[in-house]
T-cell receptor
Framework: QQQVKQSPQSLIVQKGGIPIINCAYE??????FPWYQQFPGKGPALLIA?????SEKKEGRFTISFNKSAKQFSLHIMDSQPGDSATYFC????????????FGGGTRLMVKP | NAGVMQNPRHLVRRRGQEARLRCSPMKGHSHVYWYRQLPEEGLKFMVYLQKENIIDESGMPKERFSAEFPKEGPSILRIQQVVRGDSAAYFCASSPWAGELFFGEGSRLTVL
């Protein structure tokens, strides 16, 4: 019940494309859904996060779509750039109960010039 | 404002030795989390601490692993009698009030 399943495992797009990464969770008590970006040899960095009271959140070129009934959420990267090439992790937690994040398995994104 | 500082960044140990990983949270942060990342995998929660208290250690292996966050000084993740399966990147994150987590750059443990 604590799992977060992420797909695809890897993704290759051309510059300017819109990669979409999907996550599904099981625990209905989760109420905080962040996305992290990780470059090789570095720690994860928070990109954008959403709470279940909204269905979409946009920050710059990054958009989260959230479907509470389906227990799914996704990350869209608009106008992707080679610099976006990284591993992306979705996560979920109970925000006011310690916020111990459960991570998905990650998606390795490559944006070709 | 310095970020979360972890050291050492790289650590090599032989089987049976002890590994100590240190984490200094961001200034003003009193909540610390440790995660483990195996190669090509996501991060797995290990333990959540506040100053002088372990809040949740549900992700910690029952044996050989321990963590502390003393009143003064960094948080320490200690692995006794390391085995090859302990080879991983260990990430520390801190938070001011169990909200947004800020991660360090990790400590990469290699067990020979």
């Amino acid at each position: 019940q604590q799992q977060v399943k992420q797909s695809p495992q890897s993704l290759i797009v051309q510059k300017g494309g819109i990669p979409i990464i999907n996550c599904a969770y099981e625990n209905t008590a989760f109420d905080y859904f962040p996305w992290y970006q990780q470059f090789p040899g570095k720690g994860p960095a928070l990109l954008i996060a959403i709470r279940p009271d909204v269905s979409e959140k946009k920050e710059g070129r990054f958009t989260i779509s959230f479907n509470k009934s389906a227990k799914q959420f996704s990350l869209h990267i608009m106008d992707s750039q080679p610099g976006d090439s990284a591993t992306y992790f979705c996560a979920a937690s109970m925000y006011n109960a310690g916020n111990m994040l459960t991570f998905g398995g990650g998606t390795r994104l490559m944006v070709k010039p | 404002n310095a970020g979360v500082m972890q050291n050492p960044r790289h650590l090599v140990r032989r089987r049976g030795q002890e590994a100590r990983l240190r984490c200094s949270p961001m200034k003003g942060h009193s909540h610390v989390y440790w995660y483990r990342q195996l190669p090509e995998e996501g991060l797995k929660f290990m333990v959540y601490l506040q100053k002088e208290n372990i809040i949740d250690e549900s992700g910690m292996p029952k044996e050989r692993f321990s963590a502390e966050f003393p009143k003064e000084g960094p948080s320490i993740l200690r692995i006794q009698q390391v085995v090859r399966g302990d080879s991983a990147a260990y990430f520390c994150a801190s938070s001011p009030w169990a909200g947004e987590l800020f991660f360090g750059e990790g400590s990469r443990l290699t067990v020979l």
